[in-house]
């Protein structure tokens, strides 16, 4: 029965040797993946760069890791990349072995039905997976980590990991110590030169497809140029500006330029326009009529009736002096006798004549 696990979850491997297949959907326009595995010492990292089996480097030194290659389903809808590991004969140093995978071409989102089965290698065509791991929901990342194959108290058991890996798969296998060198020239000639006579794998048809880089070579992105740096200045001219060079050290300083005005903006005027006085200059004097004389204006006339009023002092100047009059006025009026007026005289009361009614009989 098969096993639909989730991410993290785990099972105890009761076989011998596995086969781990990547299997996803045939959709044109889709990217290529291509299944690999680290084979990890006690602390987590290869122990040389040959622990690294993926399409470019198909079998471990050992043989008991290898890297099979891609087929097509019979009816043509999914494809699948296979690596098999021999777990009862890896070597006791061998802790882990991670089953990883890359897109090439676009992101493991753009890849539908992406999931890793787990069977028994030692089984024949058509026996049921021991696990199923589906990682439906792809992130924007070219290589991950599908699951892992670990040893725990003797036995081998399965977990499904799930991690991506924004940087590729370049990016995974420095993660787990594999050494990316710039240069890979003399690696590529080694791997091109084949392996040395008496070798068996001499014998081997090359498994690597057309268009592939040469095996155990990594090539990285080209730098990008940076721009220059300026240099530090001396410490003699740390605190002024640089002299440049091809100038004696004694010649004196050029002499200021004039500020430029630019040619749209009119001269400034020395003098205001006729007929409006500018700004800070003191108005021109009124100019009498045309052939007579400048005329005066008129005296405010008095009132109908009433004695002519004063002028009132200006804004800002003490009133005049009237005190002394006003006290003089006083102590005339208070020196004039008041005239007493006669009583009137009484008058006589009279009742007025009465009526006939009224007439004593």
Known sequence: MTHVMAKGANIALPVAAVRAV???????????????????????????????VFYNQPRHPSGVVRHLPKQQTADGSEITDTVEAELGKLPTDVDRVVLAGSSEGGTFRAVSGLRLLLFDAAAGDGVPALAEFAMADGDEVTALVAGELYRRAGAW???AVGQGYASGLIGLATDFGITVEDEGDARAGAAAAGPPAGDPRAALPDPRPAGRPEPGTFTLAPAVPQ??????LPA?????????????ANTPPPPPKPPTVPPNLPPAPTAPPAGRPGYGYPPPAPRPGYGYPQQQPPAPAPGYGYPP?????GYGYPPPN???????AAQAQAQEPVPQQPAPPAEEFALPPQGPQFQPR
């Open 22 to 52: 990547l299997r996803w959907s045939a959709t044109p326009g889709a990217p290529d993946v291509d299944a690999s595995a680290l084979l990890l010492g006690p602390g987590g990292k290869v122990r040389s760069d040959a622990d690294f």
């Open 227 to 232: 721009p220059a740096v300026p240099q530090a």
């Open 236 to 248: 003699a001219q740390a605190g002024g500006a640089q002299a440049p060079t091809g100038v004696p």
């Open 157 to 159: 058991k399965f977990r």
């Open 322 to 328: 009237t005190a002394p009059q006003a006290q003089q």
């Open 309 to 313: 009023q004063q002028q009132q002092p």
